[in-house]
């Protein structure tokens, strides 16, 4: 009788043996950087939020020279260095330094509110159909990678990049985006690193989609291991593309370390929690906790609008007056570029003035 137990035991060790094996062998490979990640600020993520909501303007002259309605409270004083504008792709991104932070910040917008409800039930489709290179196994989405590396954006973003290190030094980098912007982000962080940035390197976005599979979003997080993901309640878009647990090396899968907003009733008292989730990217007690089918969430974060709703697709405004920093490609593509530390004034004279900041 006691042989029959063993062999009971033996039995059902050996299948709990074969169906941990079926997971994902990064796991383990995510576990050990724990200590490595990044530790969230609720201050710094208020700040973050605002550039990351101020990208989405469409008034280019007011966003280059900072006096846009966004551009104010804890990000006053932020000085960008470029700004780009990718019209064929429907792209917008900046560049500059926060005094306050002693930091470059560079800011991805996301989609656009008039495409956003196409956009998202593309998501339910969308495939993993491209291997990220020199990454063994690692697999990610054509459209998210391509957004990024085969645009007018990199190139720009990475020049904008070195000449803020030129005048400030080697300084932090913040890089932060909302939505498809997010995206951006993780794959702009990523190529820095890549291309042997030895700075440190911060990662903060909003509402962002899943972008590869698990060994992605591992060999993601070692070498980018400050990374946080906001999430605001059943905000949609961080549920997709779905993510299918069964089926660890076939699925999208996102890398950590999620931060979800979301509101607590204990019956006689309504508060928000911000909760710092576990280190699987997959965190089955945060936002994957409940159904997410808010498009309304998804374009709120701390209180800010994450959008601009223009109905008219990529409509830019921009001063003829900024003429001399701006650079254009055959397809319109434009940088807004100027020397860091530069005040520009645009006034009420049709002239456009600037000077040298004192330092």
């Known amino acids: 009788m006691k042989q029959i137990r063993w062999m009971k035991f033996a039995i059902l060790l050996s299948l709990f043996v074969l169906t941990s094996g079926r997971g994902s062998k990064y796991d383990c490979l995510k576990m050990k950087q724990t200590e490595n990640y990044s530790v969230y600020n609720h201050t710094l993520a208020t700040i973050i939020a605002e550039y990351a909501s101020a990208v989405y303007l469409t008034d280019l002259t007011e966003l ?3 006096t846009c309605s ?35 910040i560079v800011a991805f917008r996301g989609t ?44 720009a973003v990475l020049n904008a990049i070195r000449r803020a290190k030129e005048a400030h030094g080697n300084i932090d980098l913040l890089i932060t985006g909302h939505s498809m912007g997010g995206a951006m982000a993780a794959f702009c962080a990523l190529d820095l690193k890549i291309s042997g940035e030895t700075g440190n390197i911060q990662v903060m976005t909003f509402g962002q989609p899943r972008i590869g599979n698990a060994a992605f979003a591992s060999h993601y997080i070692q070498r980018v291991p400050r990374t946080i993901r906001v999430t605001h309640e059943h905000d949609i878009v961080p ?21 979800w907003i979301h509101s607590i009733d204990n019956g006689c008292l309504i508060y928000t929690l911000e ?13 994957r906790s409940v159904i997410g089918r808010s498009i309304p969430d ?23 007056r900024l003429d001399e920093f701006t650079r254009r490609d055959i397809d319109g593509n434009t940088v807004f570029s100027r020397y860091p530390n530069l005040i520009i004034n645009v006034n009420n004279n049709n002239k456009s003035t600037y000077d040298y900041l004192i330092s």
């Open 239 to 259: 549920h997709l593309p779905p993510h299918y647990h069964y089926f660890s090396q076939k699925t999208y899968h996102h890398f950590p370390r999620e931060v």
């Open 64 to 66: 280059f020279t900072w």
């Open 70 to 104: 966004r551009c104010n409270g804890l990000t006053e004083g932020f000085e960008i260095i470029e700004l780009i504008v990718d019209v064929k792709h429907c792209l917008q991104a900046y560049v500059g330094y926060a005094k306050n932070l002693n930091a470059v």
């Open 112 to 155: 656009q509110w008039n495409s956003l409800q196409n956009w998202v039930q593309d998501l339910y489709w969308t495939q993993l159909d491209l291997h990220y290179p020199d990454m063994p196994d690692a697999m990610v989405h054509h459209g998210f990678y391509y957004a990024y590396h085969n645009t007018t954006v990199r190139p």
């Open 298 to 320: 998804h374009l709120k974060y701390f209180g800010l609008d994450m959008g601009c709703y223009d109905p008219r697709t990529c409509k830019i405004v921009v001063d003829p």
């Open 275 to 287: 909760e710092l989730c576990d280190t699987s990217g997959e965190d089955p007690s945060c936002s």
